[in-house]
T-cell receptor, first 116, second 114 residues
């Protein structure tokens, strides 16, 4: 009974292709995120969605587009894949920080994308 | 610009001894700090946290210390066990910052030797 699940876990594709990674959380959280862990091992935030509204877009290329059909899902679409997009992408969810909530994140297992 | 820094990429500690992982931050707005643990092929999992109003938080074998004036925090694990071998990420946030998420360090790979 995984709290945050993402698919696929591994994805190998050619440059120029379009791909999607799906994420679902069953924690009832209001906010979902996409993080990218690149070859230098940094975990960097890409997007967050709160009640279907994009809150953050940290200078991510517009080839990346998050899609949230409902509060429990946040999918990541990537168009025209480039070699530099190869990374591990982590989905996460949280209650927004404030009051007693600290914004602790719950992560999925990650999706390793390899662009050839 | 790294707002959260973990300057040791790896750390090797003998089983039973104390492991000390360090983290420095530059953003004085951060007021909540967390440690995450990550095993290979898994997502990071929350380990322990500390608010800036405290200087110490303890949970079993894990203790986090915060030195606000030095903008430094550390995670102590004692005694270290083989299952503690993992990558540890330091993270920071601004409470009340809405859905800004967490800013992570680069991680320290802790290796517990038998």
């Amino acid at each position: 009974d995984t709290a945050v699940s993402q698919t696929p876990k591994y994805l190998v594709t050619q440059m120029g292709n379009d791909k999607s990674i799906k994420c679902e959380q069953n924690l009832g959280h209001d906010t979902m995120y996409w993080y990218k862990q690149d070859s230098k091992k940094f975990l960097k935030i890409m997007f967050s969605y709160n009640n279907k509204e994009l809150i953050i877009n940290e200078t991510v290329p517009n080839r990346f587009s998050p899609k949230s059909p409902d509060k429990a899902h946040l999918n990541l679409h990537i168009n025209s894949l480039e070699l530099g997009d190869s990374a591990v992408y982590f989905c996460a969810s949280s209650r927004p920080s404030g009051g007693a909530d600290t914004g602790e994140l719950f992560f999925g297992e990650g999706s390793r994308l390899t662009v050839l | 610009d790294q707002q959260v820094k973990q300057n040791s990429p790896s750390l090797s500690v003998q089983e039973g001894r104390i492991s000390i992982l360090n983290c420095d931050y530059t953003n004085s707005m951060f007021d909540y700090f967390l440690w995450y643990k990550k095993y290979p092929a898994e997502g990071p999992t929350f380990l322990i946290s500390i608010s800036s109003i405290k200087d110490k938080n303890e949970d079993g074998r894990f203790t986090v210390f915060l030195n606000k004036s030095a903008k430094h925090l550390s995670l102590h694990i004692v005694p270290s066990q083989p299952g503690d071998s993992a990558v540890y990420f330091c993270a920071a946030s601004v409470v009340g910052g809405g859905a800004d998420g967490l800013t992570f360090g680069k991680g320290t790979h802790l290796i517990i030797q038998p």
